[in-house]
């Protein structure tokens, strides 16, 4: 993992939450305004104006306050892979597009800064509710207040959230988290935006997050970073450390972590 100076941690979160809070002005302007969107895969996968203009207002402050670094993101002409050497950005102009287009609050605008791979600042602001929420190396913020993943390890106690897309190829995978949660955990969020939800892991308001299946990067890698500054833990089905580039995330307070995958991979007939 890389190693950045306090000074450089400190700037770079400043720039992500600079750089999130001028998307989501931009957003805001548009939001339950009744504007149209255009569809990618299809009518559950949206794609609006509002999500082009955030991203190219970020990327302009980006580039102007830390030009040395790639850009990946999701909309755009922006790159979509995260390069394994040097700096990078990767940017989700709105998580939760889904819940913008039809007017419901939840969804942020999430950015996170990548050396060689690996998280160093991120920021996931959520405009709708007023909550912004920023991470450097080992330090999770909640509107300027420092938070922690939760303690909690009784299961029937445990709040969790499934972060899948909804490919048709996905739908067996998120029928099995979605049963396991309700038959052996205590209560499910389904929040329709995996950086917000991890962001809460993060903060300790829910206590864990899960995808079985691949999720990209402007999906997930800011998030990752704030449940690991927070406190928690974050790897792949396996156990093994999660990456952008992982087939599977399971985000925890780190307290339930071993006992959450054990019970996935026995669901899912893993091995």
């Known amino acids: 993992m890389n190693e950045i100076d306090e000074e450089t941690a ?7 939450r600079e750089a999130a809070e001028s998307g989501a002005e931009i957003a805001c302007t548009d939001f339950r305004e009744g504007i149209g969107n255009d569809f990618k895969r ?3 996968d949206p794609v609006s104006r509002a999500d082009r ?6 990327v302009e402050i980006l580039a102007e306050r830390d030009p040395a670094a790639a850009i990946v993101g999701e909309e755009n002409d922006a790159e979509k892979t995260v ?4 700096p990078a950005w990767i940017i989700d102009p709105i998580d939760g597009t889904n819940n913008f287009v039809r007017g419901n609050r939840l969804w942020g605008v999430s950015l996170a800064r990548t050396v060689d791979g690996e998280p160093v600042a991120a920021a996931t602001v959520l405009p709708a509710i007023g909550d912004t929420y920023t991470a450097g190396p080992g330090v999770v913020e909640r509107n300027g207040v420092e938070c922690s993943v939760s303690e909690r390890t009784v299961p ?19 029928n099995v988290v979605t049963s396991y949660i309700h038959e052996e955990l205590g209560d499910l969020r389904r929040l329709g935006s995996g950086q917000t939800s991890m962001a809460m892991v993060a903060c300790g308001e829910i206590d864990a997050a899960i995808s079985t299946v691949h999720m990209t990067a402007w999906d997930t890698v800011a998030g990752a970073h704030m449940v690991r500054a927070g406190g928690g833990r974050v790897t792949d089905l396996a156990g093994d450390r999660w990456r952008h580039d ?5 985000a925890t307070n780190g307290e339930i972590h071993e006992d959450v995958l054990s019970a996935l991979r026995d669901r899912l007939d893993w091995d």
């Open 53 to 58: 203009e955030a991203q190219d207002r970020i």
């Open 83 to 86: 390069p394994d050497s040097g």
């Open 246 to 250: 992982s087939d599977s995330l399971v």
């Open 156 to 174: 029937s106690s445990l709040i969790v959230a499934p972060i899948f897309g909804l490919k048709q190829r996905d739908r067996d995978d998120y």
């Open 10 to 16: 400190a700037g770079l979160r400043s720039i992500a």
């Open 42 to 44: 299809d009518q559950m």
